[in-house]
């Protein structure tokens, strides 16, 4: 059968499919992929409204791509307070949001309590706010840290409040790219092992690739098929995130952004392979706005949320420091042809505009 054949008849497909996938023109691949994206969700297009807040950005950890640890090019190293956070959520709480999403850097001065009391505080204060995080890479940084198995370490979270988990950390499960461009922190074995026993607690999860730097596109198509067969025994992923490559401030010598036309192959691509994830989000952070708009139209049915501060992306060059007004992100899909909506952290629809 050509590929053709199986993408008319909505076959699953392989690694082979899924490599030579990239060589069908940019609208062809967008053809199907929005053929799946309108099968699944229609032509709604999924938001929230969350607040981003970065703890820490001092780390342990090397990574090659990082703009926004503070032990490399960023002299600039911050530690929030636990009364700074709470000030934060307090004051987002005014805009209505329903997510905190909470990545730190893998700071080894803090104690393991810094990290966990924090949920439990917000937990308190604010009982509705969903929780999302600590990635994979954290837990692991946690767990050696702190000698804890990742399911001691698990169950702690879920004790202190976390709902779920963001996908970050996973970037590309290439071992050999891998090595290169985070040698050191969460193997990708290690990332897929605690979204497992994450997922086997019953609970949900989001997975991203880092694509646009060193790797081929052979690797982001390995990346993609080691999340759908784990998706497969546990079906615990809300949602797959392609994060664009910024090339700013790194040490990753990467010069020229991967183009348009990548991305919106990568996330056709994605839509098409991931027949098991539910959503595919064009995080508009790294994909700039205009690109998640379009994105909707090759596979994309979320653009992630109002965020309201980025400090990750916007320090290796992206637009995305300052978030976006709700009513902004409502007005951008409704005039792109599409239906927004406004989810809650784990998808349930909470507004159709
Ligand atoms: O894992 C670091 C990435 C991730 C750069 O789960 C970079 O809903 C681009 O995972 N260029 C953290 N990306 C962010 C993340 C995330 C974001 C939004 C939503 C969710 C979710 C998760 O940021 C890291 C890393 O892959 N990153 N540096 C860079 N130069």
Known sequence: MTLIEKLENGNRLNYEDGVNLFDLDVLTLGHYANKIRVAKHQKKTYFNINRHINPTNICKDVCQFCAYSASRKNPDQYTLSHEEILETVKNSSKNGIKEVHI????????????????????????????????????????????NLSYEELIDTMIKSGVDSMPGGGAEIFDETVRKRICGGKVSSKEWLEIHKIWHNKGKKSNATMLFGHIETREHRVDHILRLRELQDITGGFNAFIPLVFQTQNNYLKVKEPVTANEILKTYAVSRILLDNIPNIKAYWATSTVKLALIAQEFGANDVDGTIEKESIQSAAGAKS?????????????????????????????????
């Open 321 to 353: 420091k300052h978030g976006v007004a709700q009513n902004e992100f409502v007005d951008l899909i409704k005039n792109s042809g599409f239906t927004p909506v406004e989810r809650d952290s784990v998808y349930n629809e909470l507004k159709i505009y």
């Open 103 to 146: 990545v730190s850097a893998h700071n080894p001065h803090t104690g393991l309590e810094w990290y966990m009391d924090i949920f439990k505080k917000i937990k308190k204060d604010f009982p509705n706010i969903h929780i999302k995080a600590l990635t994979a890479a954290e837990i692991h940084f946690l767990s050696t840290q702190y």
